[in-house]
């Protein structure tokens, strides 16, 4: 069988998914060939300028405004703007033909059968024998769409469903047409896992596949509970966010978003076509809901649904009167006796045991979802983890409803769903009589999972890509402390996981970095600093600075500071290869740590920056002597090296963030030949482990340390002073942004030297520490940090 490569694709039809699709194949380096239909008529302005339906420009508007206004949007669907340029637009009256050069054709029409087989029969005059073909549909039954098409058509062909938006979110839905290939099927869920760094779920061709049938199911599920036990939007959206491990817009905030109509179509498409499902009754949409429909509260396209933004105030909407109301906030005494459990999975057998309405709550949700999804099996997957997996990638939940059940307990689970007049599927009280307890179990580091047809458990498929540090922290662990748990993940390569909260950088942290680099010069080849936590790390422990600078124990606050940078600088010049693996918010000390790492193995989604000017200080771990440092060597012959250092300058100044690992590049954090990114974060830890044992085997060298960093003195030092002051008095910048920035300029300069010097490293340090420790003295950064530790966000002060 010859090897499949993905070159080129085509997207057929342009709307929010057809351009976000091409988006992100843009973003993997497949050129893209993006085609829509012809608009009928000339717009005024186009009749302004004397046009006519027969100019390019004219017969390509629909699909470049599209792909404009998707590449404008925020959040971005693509990594760098500059990939756009691998998308070419056309339409489908005079590029049809171009679909004969690519190796995948995927259809992302309006959601008609009709229009959509008429698509079909138009492509296969000119598609290719033996190139996929596949329909991004959200609920059209697949071998509806393949009727009439030729055997090679229907052999190549299935439904490949992204959900929105395809950057962001990592359901990969694969669902087989009557004739589809097995070589077809397991190239796409290849493919989506490896390239498209999706969760890749091959579905069964049933209504709503699995991710909607059951996510719609439980939203439907809370829309008939709401009334029933009193609860309000608010109050819903709060016991269904983060404190289950869901995002933060939780449930009504969640539809608003994504657009009611868009919620009620599916939810109808599964009442017409699930006559037998026995929760067929919960998916007939509730009068309220009937209501917002016909008076267009649709959420944020309409400006209003179950949330409405009334100046700078937000209202929330009462189900009962139809009235938007102020929101408050809510409050339940079952969510208290959370607050000190700090992994999401280990609260659900305390909410499941609350005593107040919230308790009912969850009893009664949990009941119905978790006998739901019981009965699910075999009729949408034969596989429970495919549920699991389908409700993490496409929902943004941390656990799958079968990964819940476990966590309350198998037994227990069925005690909830039986005091709601409610039976799980039998093969659930077969799987207990035959002596297994729970659906997963970890054994030798891999997941297992319960198989119905066996009565076994056996291994979830793939994982063979992959290092889940859960899976292996118990028996893998080397040392632990508060702040950290170092793994050996095998093939003398450690691996250093911070445990913080927000992986925040303190003195635990270091501590347990430092004992790390000592265990894998001692008896390892290499280390890699990496979690699968939400983020990277948000920096270092701004609590434990502001109290050491209101005690004005500034001798304490100095060593801190020096044991931070010394413990960059002990990455930096180890025996051993360090890989930094950042993913998510990446913030200050986070970045630091990552910039003198040997190499960073970035997740596509990384928001790295040194945002230290929002708290009042300067980047203090050895980051401003880092950008001074990557300035220095990035100096060419002819260069105004007064530009380059300014750039840099700029990014901390600005507290630049990148909004992708590959905007870091464009920022100086990572740095071209030297780092790289991956753009499925399951393989992350992985990867990171491949290229520390590489560069162990292939000789590394303790390197030197730096004594010919050249700096510029007066010369550099004089050009920032007169553009902070230039800022300050054009009202840019406050007084204590100019403060901090002529602190930056003089550690950036290397002081008032008088001409251009070459520098160690450490010199430059100590002038960081200093000016840092200077500005922790200033009332107005300890009132910054004040207000970071309260809200969360920088104050300008």
Known sequence: MSKRIIKKVAIIGSG??????????ANIGVEVLLLDIIPRELTDAEKAKGLSINDKIVRNRLVNDALNHALKSKPSPIY?????????????????????DVDWIMEVVVERLDIKKSVFEKLEKYRTPGTLITSNTSGIPIHFMSEGRSDDFQKHFCGTHFFNPARYLKLFEIIPGPKT????????????????????????????????????????SLFHQVKALGLTVEEVDKLTGPVIGRPKSATFRTVDVVGLDTLVHVANGIYENCPNDEAHELFKLPDFINTMMENKWLGSKTGQGFYKKVDKEILALDLNTLEYKPSKKANFATLELTKTIDKVIDRFKVLVSGKDKAGAFYR????????????????????????????????????????????????????????????PASWVQDMLASGVGTFYTIKEGATYFYNIPSKTQ?????????????????SNQVFKNSGVVIEDLGDGILNCEFQSKMNTIGGDVLAGLN????????????????????????????????????????????????????????????????????????????????MHADKVVAA?????????????????????????????????????????????FLTIGMAKVSTSAYEAFDLGVLQKGKDVVVVNKDRQIATAKAYAKIMAETG??????????????????????????????????????????????????????????????????????????SLCTERKTLERIQHMLKTGKPLRN
Request: with cysteine; aromatic share 10%.
């Open 181 to 220: 290939s097995s070589e077809v099927l397991n190239f796409l869920n290849g493919y989506g896992e490896q390239f498209l760094g999706k969760t890749s779920v091959i579905a069964k061709d049933t209504p709503a596949f699995i991710g909607n049938r059951i996510g719609i199911f439980g939203i439907q």
């Open 604 to 648: 596509a989604e990384t928001y790295i920056g040194l945002v230290e000017f929002g708290v009042g200080v300067i980047p203090g771990g050895g980051g401003s002597k880092e950008v001074a440092l990557r300035a220095s060597d990035s100096f060419r012959k002819g260069d105004v090296e007064l530009n380059t250092l300014q750039e840099y």
């Open 515 to 594: 004992k790390a680099i000592d265990l894998a010069e001692k008896d390892f080849q290499g280390l890699v600093i990496g979690n699968q936590a939400a983020n990277f790390s948000v920096g270092a422990n701004i609590g434990m600075i502001f109290m050491m600078a209101v005690e004005q124990e500034y001798d304490e606050l100095n060593a801190a500071i020096k044991y931070f940078q010394d413990t960059m600088m002990r990455m930096r010049y180890s025996a051993i290869p360090t890989i930094s693996a950042p993913h998510g918010m990446t913030l200050g000390g986070g970045c630091e740590l990552s």
């Open 700 to 773: 590394y060298t303790q390197p030197v340390k730096r004594k010919d960093v050249k700096v510029l003195g007066k010369q550099a030092l004089g050009m920032f002073l007169v553009g902070t002051d230039a800022m300050q008095a054009s009202n840019f910048i406050s007084e204590h942004d100019h403060k901090i920035a002529n602190k930056l300029a003089y550690v950036m300069a290397g002081g008032d030297l008088s001409e251009p010097t070459l520098v160690s490293e450490q010199y430059l340090l100590d002038l960081e520490r200093e000016a840092f420790l």
């Open 80 to 100: 760098h703007q500059e990939f756009s340029k691998r998308i070419t637009t056309g339409n489908l009256e005079d590029d049809i033909a171009k679909v004969k």
């Open 458 to 474: 056996i291994k979830v498929p793939g994982q063979d890509s992959f290092i889940i540090l859960d899976n292996i922290r118990k």
């Open 364 to 423: 009664k949700n949990f009941a119905s979802m978790f006998a739901y999804v019981s009965n699910r099996i075999p009729e949408i997957t034969d596989e429970l983890y495919k549920i699991d997996d389908a409700m993490k990638a496409g929902f943004g939940w941390e656990h799958g409803p079968f990964q819940i059940w476990d966590a309350i307990g198998v037994q227990k689970g069925i005690e909830l769903m039986k005091a709601e007049n409610l039976e």
């Open 16 to 25: 929010i998914m057809g351009s976000g699709i091409a988006c992100h194949f």
